[in-house]
């Protein structure tokens, strides 16, 4: 199975810490079991060149606000713009096979927000979730809910 990809955002290294993680679970996973698939990771960030993605990849950001609850009234996405218009960009949304959240539960209903928002706008599922830098039952819970993803897709 060729590796999955994810394309990702950190701002305070929350985001990133997790991949790197994540990245390293899936390779022991690899190391057992050939037939599960590693990960390679790409940080997406305000000096990112835009391009093409021509491969499936999973998107990981975190939720930063700037006014509003959210819900009822308003809501700016602070911070990670940037990844939501590299999505954006030409046909990348093509590619984007679900979405991961991350967040403090401290802001309840704002807790992943802008990733249930990409989700909404980007027609893609929203995988799962975990809080700020994730514990290692996230990273089991998150690499099992990707490769399902992928096996599901390559039906």
């Known amino acids: 199975m060729d590796p999955m ?29 050939k037939g599960l698939p590693e ?25 930063y606000l700037d006014g509003g609850n959210g819900i009822d009234n308003g809501v700016k996405e602070l911070m990670t713009n940037v990844m939501g218009e590299y999505i954006d960009y030409h046909d990348n949304a093509k590619q984007l096979i679900g979405i991961v959240g991350s967040g403090n539960k401290n802001f309840n209903e704002q807790y992943c927000l802008t990733a249930r928002r990409y989700s909404e706008k980007f027609d893609a599922p929203f995988i799962d979730n975990y809080e700020l830098r994730g514990v290692p039952a996230d990273e089991a819970r998150v690499y099992k809910k990707m490769v399902e993803r992928v096996q599901l897709l390559n039906m």
């Open 5 to 33: 990809r994810i394309l990702f955002i950190s701002i305070e290294g929350n985001t990133r810490s997790f991949v790197e993680h994540l990245t390293h679970y899936a390779m022991a996973q690899h190391i057992k079991n």
């Open 39 to 63: 990960i390679v990771s790409t940080e997406i960030s305000e000096q990112t060149d835009f391009t093409d993605e021509t491969k499936p990849y999973f998107c990981f950001v975190p939720t």
